[in-house]
């Protein structure tokens, strides 16, 4: 069974549309992220949840907004694409324990705006 | 703020060569520290994690790390890289109490060739 899974796995579309790429975990963490891989290959952490709450929220434009319904799921609505916003998305979840705890990363959605 | 340096962009090796990736963390605090691995249009993969205790750790695949405090370093090594081995590596960091985000390294492209 899948840990994290993330739908779409690719997602093509045009600009000013918007979007949603869900994220679902199987794990029971209380704690789910997203982070933002760009054409470099760079990753940065974009939200993070604790159960259902929002605890980080990075220098991210406000036209991203992550949605919690569940512990078990963080979608991320983006409003109006823009070609900036073509990137890899990585959903990701941890336990909330007092311990070290391993981030386990889903599959990646790769988002081309055109 | 926390930040983390990866000094080889690509690296280019032999199969059974020794591999050396750098990693280099700017933090006040103590920090937990990672190791992931990408191979071609997959998801991040945990190699190894450091906490506490003995600064030498084992992974899996035959990777390991050390911890050299005094250096702020994390250098990650193999003895005798595989063709397989073939993927993008990144050092991550992260804040030592409770689940905070993974602040990561632009990443080192390993390129092993038969």
């Known amino acids: 069974d899948t840990a994290v899974s993330q739908t779409p796995k690719y997602l093509v579309t045009q600009m000013g549309n918007d979007k949603s790429i869900k994220c679902e975990q199987n794990?029971?963490?209380?704690?789910m992220y997203w982070y933002k891989q760009d054409s470099k290959k760079f990753l940065k952490i974009m939200f993070s949840?604790?159960?259902?709450?929002?605890?980080i929220n990075e220098t991210v434009p406000n036209r991203f907004s992550p949605k919690s319904p569940d512990k078990a799921h963080l979608n991320l609505h983006i409003n109006s694409l823009e070609l900036g916003d073509s990137a890899v998305y990585f959903c990701a979840s941890s336990p909330q324990t007092e311990l070290v705890e391993t981030q386990y990363f889903g599959p990646g959605t790769r988002l081309l705006v055109l | 703020a926390q930040s983390v340096s990866q000094h080889n962009h690509h690296v280019i090796l032999s199969e059974a060569a020794s591999l050396e990736l750098g990693c280099n963390y700017s933090?006040?605090?103590?920090?937990?520290l990672f190791w992931y691995v990408q191979y071609p249009g997959q998801h991040l993969q945990l190699l190894l994690k450091?906490?506490?205790?003995?600064?030498l750790v084992k992974g899996i695949k035959g990777f390991e790390a050390e911890f050299i405090k005094s250096k702020f370093s994390f250098n990650l090594r193999k003895p005798s890289v595989q063709w397989s081995d073939t993927a993008e590596y990144f050092c991550a960091v992260n804040a030592w109490s409770g689940n905070t985000p993974l602040v990561f390294g632009k990443g080192t492209r390993l390129s092993v060739i038969a």
């Open positions: 450091y906490f506490s205790g003995d600064p």
């Open positions: 949840y604790n159960n259902k709450e929002l605890i």
């Open positions: 794990l029971g963490h209380d704690t």
């Open positions: 933090y006040g605090g103590t920090v937990n």
